[in-house]
């Protein structure tokens, strides 16, 4: 059991400036504002006396953020002894959040890279790693690590849910700047988390290949063009721009795709039936989807379909160039 | 660049296996560690520990190519694991997580299973690599174990015995008794490609003239373009690549050539990046092929494998020429037959196995 005494602290006797056991990011509840108003502080912070005389924060630093916006001190405190370990405060800490609530991606980063100081990575990934909702893995642990140096917009976003921490990840490695300039345009279009991971990789590759930055890939006046084509609804424009961006990367697919298309359309296929090419054209199964009402209608599209068949055009559009 | 170790880790259970005796009596100094069982993942500093170790499996199996593609039915014979020539492309950085190259010293076992092998299907033809999850000729000037395979199948009329390498490490073949059963094969590349992405190999010219002194040696020589990279200007380096070849062998001993692009599971992708942030062989456009893997998209396959093929015939037009996991329309459009009007390939290459061609000295 913790050794612990109940005080009255004045709030300018807490460190305000030690955050070693701080596991807390986002802005201030607006209920806890409103609770601590109301009634006052129904359960003390813990804290911990310190070798210079104040006290460090081990649990309630928003309870007493707010105590100290509205002015509220001394206050009842319970104190931990000098001679408690700081991993014992650490873990402390983080065990009285998550018996309260679901840490947020920033907050479980600031758990695994705190906790990483005093525990090897085995002991690190077996006992926090579950305790934090996350598949026991090293590989998620440094990723998870990796969030922690992102950028303050990046950071409150994914606390806040409007970026998901997967992009987090894909975007640690880069620089600063590309960094943001990725955050900017996703924060501006609706792309899913699977497409917002896609463009990365896409942007990356495409900067590697041509000697770009992606933050210049981003800037391009091609991209620009559609970023700031208002009039069009921002689903539609985000589209577009992935659609770009792909056949930039994959010229050769993106024009097998549209010869495909093209040489489709001069055949003439029947209304209700769609020539389906092998997936990326690998392989040799096409598809043909009929959609009919019955079977004289289908007869009869299989007719038409079986003459183009014979026809030069059809077997061009299934050899390369 | 041969490969040399710089601490020895060995299963004491192997202590008395002569590959040991061998990589003891030829390094002597070398720091050795005796230990009762090496751990699948042993520590050692950019893969510079050699592990010795008796295995426990199947030394034989047959290539895990797929269904998907056309497969040659090869087989493997599986005496070690790793490779310590660092090419950025390697499907090994995938397949192990430990970088230490491996060797299973229980040569009696493979040897066993290996006779067994062969005298389950004794009118089988078959054709056994050693160069599929390491490299066949990298520990040959530690271990000698080319003179123990050798010469068994200088003794096996119906199975051939291929040994494909990036090393130049062909002195100890020089005087056995191989009557034909082994050949000698090497992976082939552009010259600047060499240099950027298989920096610890032997160089193109290094590989020729090693190919040319096992032709002087009677062997039969094949060559891998595996994988075939696309990179501004490949025609051109394939192009010298190939004059290079054919000035320095004799054609008429060329077993086989194969083909195969570059194509990897997309794991290694990021395998690579990690490791050769500055390799320009993921430029290129890649989609998933059949079996998962990536791969270049196949019009561009199809028109590289075109363009060496047309390129290699026009030189010597008897060459035997395949594609390594490849589907029948990319054979039909790149080489203008598929395997199955000739026999399969498996057949093809068997017939080209049992050639009786003995190269004239040059």
């Known amino acids: 059991m913790l050794d612990k005494e109940s005080y009255s602290i004045q709030l300018d006797e807490v460190d305000w400036n030690d955050t070693s056991c701080l596991i807390t990011y986002g802005p201030l509840p607006d209920k806890l504002i409103l609770s601590i108003q109301t009634v006052g502080l129904i359960h003390k912070p813990l804290l911990q006396r310190k070798s210079d005389g104040l006290f460090r924060i081990i649990c309630g630093s928003r309870r007493l953020a707010v105590c100290r916006q509205l002015g509220l001190s001394p206050l009842s405190c319970e104190v931990l002894s000098i001679s408690t370990s700081p991993v014992t405060s650490l873990r402390t800490a983080i065990y009285d959040n998550i018996a309260q609530r679901v840490l947020n991606p920033v907050e ?47 950071l409150d976003a994914i606390a806040e849910g409007t970026l998901h921490e997967r992009i987090g990840f894909v975007l640690s490695p880069l620089e600063r700047g590309d960094r943001l300039a990725f955050f900017n345009f996703f924060q501006e279009l609706p792309f899913s988390v699977s497409v917002q991971e896609e463009l990365v990789e896409t942007v990356v590759e495409i900067g590697q290949r041509d000697n770009f930055t992606p933050r210049q890939i981003l800037d391009s006046a091609e991209v620009n063009d559609l970023r700031r084509a208002h009039k069009r609804p921002a689903r539609q424009r985000a589209q577009q721009i ?63 379909v079986a003459r183009l068949a014979e026809q030069a055009k059809f077997q061009r559009i299934m050899e390369r160039e | 660049m041969m490969y040399f170790p710089q601490r020895l880790v060995i299963e004491k259970e192997v202590g008395d296996s002569p590959l040991v005796k061998r990589i003891l009596a030829t390094s002597p100094g070398l720091p050795v560690d005796w230990v009762d069982r090496v751990p699948e993942n ?19 199996k047959p290539c895990p190519g797929t269904r998907f593609y056309n497969c040659c039915g090869y087989q493997i014979l599986n005496l070690g694991i790793q490779c310590s020539l660092g090419c950025t492309y390697c499907i090994l950085q995938a397949y192990f997580t430990s970088p230490n190259v491996r060797l299973f010293a229980n040569l009696d076992d493979a040897i066993q299973q290996l006779t067994e092998h062969l005298n389950d299907s004794p009118d089988h033809i078959h054709r056994i690599g050693t160069g599929e999850f390491t490299d066949s000729l990298l520990l040959d000037p530690l271990i000698h174990l080319s003179e123990h395979l050798v010469p068994f199948f200088a003794a096996q009329p119906r199975a051939i015995l291929e040994l494909k390498t990036k090393t130049a490490q062909v002195d100890l073949l020089e005087k056995m008794d191989h009557r034909g059963q082994t050949i000698v094969a090497w992976s082939l590349n552009p010259s600047e490609v060499i240099a950027r992405e298989e920096a610890g190999a032997a160089t193109l010219e290094e590989r020729l003239g090693a190919a040319k002194r096992c032709q002087g040696w009677g062997y039969r020589v094949a060559f891998h373009f595996d994988p075939l990279l696309a990179y501004p200007g490949w025609r051109k380096g394939y192009q010298e690549v190939v004059e290079r070849l054919f000035s320095a062998v004799d054609p008429g001993g060329i077993v086989w050539i194969s083909l195969g692009t570059l194509r990897f599971m997309p794991t290694l992708k990021t395998v690579i990046q990690q490791r050769y942030p500055n390799t320009s062989i993921l430029d290129e456009e890649f989609v998933p092929g059949l079996d998962g893997k990536l791969r270049y998209f196949r019009d561009l396959r199809v028109e590289m494998y075109a363009y060496l093929n047309e390129l290699l015939l026009g030189i010597h037009k008897d060459l035997c020429i395949y594609l390594c996991m490849e589907s029948d329309d990319v054979w039909r459009e790149a080489f203008g037959y598929t395997p199955v009007e000739r026999g399969g390939l498996s057949a093809m290459l068997d017939r080209r196995a049992l050639s009786s061609f003995v190269p004239a000295s040059i």
């Open chain 1, 108 to 154: 479980k980063s600031l758990v695994l890279t705190k906790m990483a100081k005093h525990l090897n990575q085995p002991q690190l990934v077996q006992e926090f790693m579950p305790l934090l909702d996350l598949e026991p893995s090293d590989t998620l642990c440094s990723r998870y690590v990796q969030l922690l140096p992102l950028e303050a917009p990046i």
């Open chain 1, 242 to 304: 992935r659609k770009q961006l792909q056949a930039r990367r994959t010229p050769r697919l993106t024009a097998r795709q549209e010869r495909f298309a093209r040489e489709t359309k001069d055949l003439g296929l029947p209304p209700g039936v769609r020539l389906i090419p092998p997936p990326y054209f690998e392989g040799p199964k096409w598809s043909l989807e009929f959609t009919f009402a019955g079977a004289e209608e289908l007869a009869i599209r299989l007719r038409s």
């Open chain 2, 42 to 60: 042993a520590d050692g500093e950019n893969g510079s520990f050699l592990e010795i170790v008796k295995f426990r499996g199947r030394f034989i």
